[in-house]
């Protein structure tokens, strides 16, 4: 038995509670980006990882910090850098002189949460060392593989405006992440929310309260597995990302992992919001973030303001919804509203 077939769920409920209380945690930190974070832990909930990519100093390096603090998680950062090698991420066997053998040295990846800060700025080979760890959760370091522990998750950040100096990811690694975001400016009232929190704090530092532990973390991991996908839903997103490859901008439209991302992170937004069954909006809400990386626009269409978000923006507008219904794990009232799953 694995270790995660001895992971016991817990209750919808509880988990809902449980996402509730970790990004208020978090946002006695990270100020008015509430809807930005519900998306973020939707990624980790859904047991994978995301990419932040976004402006400097809008608070990425700061929300990891702080979710990992929030869900008791190890945490580690990694500044990636033009020389930074694969064995600087994962580990490389170091002679000892003491013993006359060799020992291997884990590298930033041997965490609960790993920030890959910046990882546009490093080459592609260490760009790839990544992908097994982030796939398989596993590190192959001369010729031998180590599991890394659980639960792991990446949170990468990256510069969208800055090209100088920077090695875009290929489409194989970008398809490793669930979701990809951007926090975006802040509203006058939130700035000065920053500034005044900052003055009366009177320094730097600032820290996040734990709300869970990595156990309990898989607890709810586990509950957001059980959550109930009708199939006019499922079918929804597929028709979705379907209509992602046919449209006439995109050069390559979404795989089916961009429907995986999709429906799985749906089903930990429901947790987040206190449902145990999708609804065609948590599908709608995550659709940017699950597919927008995954549409390439045919260049000759690059000059002409056609990005792959107004494609999916298209393809949002031209695929029919699903109405609402009765879902086995939660009730809706006369006026459609969605009241807390049974337990």
């Known amino acids: 038995m694995t270790q995660a077939d001895q992971t016991l769920p817990v209750d919808p409920r509880e988990a809902s509670a449980i996402a509730a209380r970790v990004l208020d945690a978090v946002e006695t930190a990270v ?4 809807e930005v974070l519900e998306s973020v832990l939707a990624g980790v909930l859904a047991g994978g ?3 932040l990519e976004d402006l400097p100093g809008l608070g990425k390096t700061l929300a990891a910090r702080s979710l990992a603090q929030a869900l008791g998680l190890p945490f580690t950062r990694a500044q990636f850098t033009p020389d930074l090698l694969p064995a600087d991420l994962t580990g490389a066997e170091v002679f000892d ?11 930033p990846v041997f965490t609960g949460l790993l920030l890959a800060d910046e990882i546009n700025r490093t ?3 260490t760009q790839s060392a990544l992908l097994e760890a982030m796939q398989e959760r596993q590190v192959t370091v001369e010729g031998t593989t180590r599991p890394l522990p659980r639960p792991f998750h990446v949170l990468a950040t990256a510069n969208p405006v800055e090209h100088e100096g920077t090695y875009p990811l290929p489409e194989a690694q970008l398809d490793r992440f669930l979701l990809r975001l951007s926090f975006g400016y802040p509203s006058a009232d939130e700035e000065w929310d920053v500034l005044a929190r900052r003055l009366e704090r009177r320094t730097e530092d600032q820290s996040v309260p734990r709300v869970i532990d990595a156990e309990q973390l898989l607890g709810v991991q586990a509950a957001v597995e059980s959550v109930h996908v009708s199939d006019d839903v499922g079918r929804y997103a597929v028709a979705l990302v379907g209509a992602t490859r046919r449209h006439a901008h995109a050069l390559v439209g979404s795989s089916p992992r961009g429907t995986l991302a999709l429906v799985i992170c749906a089903r930990a937004l429901a947790v987040i919001r206190g449902r145990a069954f999708v609804l065609p909006e948590d599908v709608k809400d ?13 260049p000759e269409l690059w000059l002409q303001s056609v990005t792959a978000a107004s494609i999916v923006d298209a393809v949002l507008a031209e695929t029919p919804v699903p109405a609402a219904h009765q ?5 809706q ?3 459609g509203r969605q009241e807390p799953p049974r337990a």
């Open 49 to 51: 990882h995301v990419l």
């Open 31 to 34: 100020v008015g980006k509430r």
């Open 123 to 125: 080459p592609p080979k």
């Open 333 to 335: 009232d006369q006026d």
């Open 327 to 331: 879902e086995k794990d939660g009730r």
């Open 286 to 298: 995550l659709a940017h973030a699950a597919l927008d990386h995954r549409v390439i626009v045919r």
């Open 97 to 107: 002189q003491r013993t006359g053998d060799f020992v291997f040295r884990p590298g």
